[in-house]
């Protein structure tokens, strides 16, 4: 394991429309509490030892909203750049993997990436993922499932249940070494088209280093309250959440 602490970036996912949350407000920018639901996210990186800076990446009408009314009124000092996002996920993270290139050159250090949706991250899985990453390269946050799963085919007949105990549900943040991350993201946007083509669909970013690099991912066990909202289910949880640990 390394002696000393490497750089570390956060890239926080902000871009997303939240079309089933329902409403006219995207969900990063609801009120959970007191606060919009990026501020957690943001306010857990601003804490963080491990976290050296953060490249937010938001929807391209949002940028002077968010710069001035999140990152400014919050006084978030770690965030470096707010940048636009895609149409896709997976080029909001391209996007802001361009930013880290051209401000830290071939540095090396390492990548959080983290959905802006998920307020609930906290400085133990911050830590759990650095150590691991140290000697992985490349790691994910994910819990155990605890329901069945089934498989089906497309007429809905169970055709598959396979083993629980093998089955993770993979949250965010997702860690990997600079260099990795960029050149996985790089050849896949060069490939991009012949994937389309072969409806091959880039669901997230483990999925990218290991399509693009064969670089085998670790899972870290994270927690069940590190929920994505989605939903207006999900606001529900999450105030539940903040009302028995309030931040």
């Known amino acids: 394991m390394e002696s000393r602490k490497k750089h570390c970036t956060a890239v926080v996912l902000a871009a997303g429309s939240g079309k089933r949350m329902g409403g006219q407000i995207p969900k990063q920018f609801m009120l959970l509490g007191e606060k ?3 501020w957690y996210s943001l306010h857990i990186m601003e804490q963080s030892a491990i976290i050296d800076d953060v490249i937010l990446v938001t929807g391209p ?3 002077d909203y968010v710069r001035e009314q999140i990152v400014e009124h919050y006084h ?4 470096r750049a707010v940048v636009s996002g895609g149409a896709e996920r997976y080029e909001s993270v391209y996007h802001a ?3 880290i290139k051209e401000r830290n050159g071939e540095r ?3 990548v959080f990436i983290h959905d802006g949706a998920r307020p609930f991250v906290t400085q133990e ?3 759990s993922l650095y150590t691991s990453v140290q000697e992985t390269r490349a790691c994910v946050t994910a819990t155990k499932v605890k329901d069945t799963i089934k498989i089906s085919n497309a007429a809905g007949i169970v055709v598959e249940t396979p083993d629980r105990s093998n089955l993770w549900a993979v949250q965010t943040p997702q860690v990997f070494s600079q260099e990795l991350i960029i050149r996985a993201y790089e050849l896949l946007m060069q490939e991009l088209p012949d994937l389309t083509g072969k409806g091959i669909s880039v669901t997230d970013d483990a999925m990218v280093v290991e399509t ?5 991912v670790t899972l870290v066990e994270g927690s069940y309250r590190n929920i994505k909202l989605t939903t207006p289910e999900d606001m529900l949880f999450a105030e539940a959440i903040l009302s028995k640990n309030p931040v």
């Open 36 to 38: 919009p639901v990026l």
């Open 61 to 63: 009408d949002a940028i």
């Open 97 to 99: 993997l361009l930013s």
């Open 76 to 79: 978030f000092q770690k965030v």
């Open 212 to 216: 693009m690099c064969s670089q085998p």
């Open 125 to 127: 899985i911050l830590q």
């Open 108 to 110: 090396d250090g390492y």
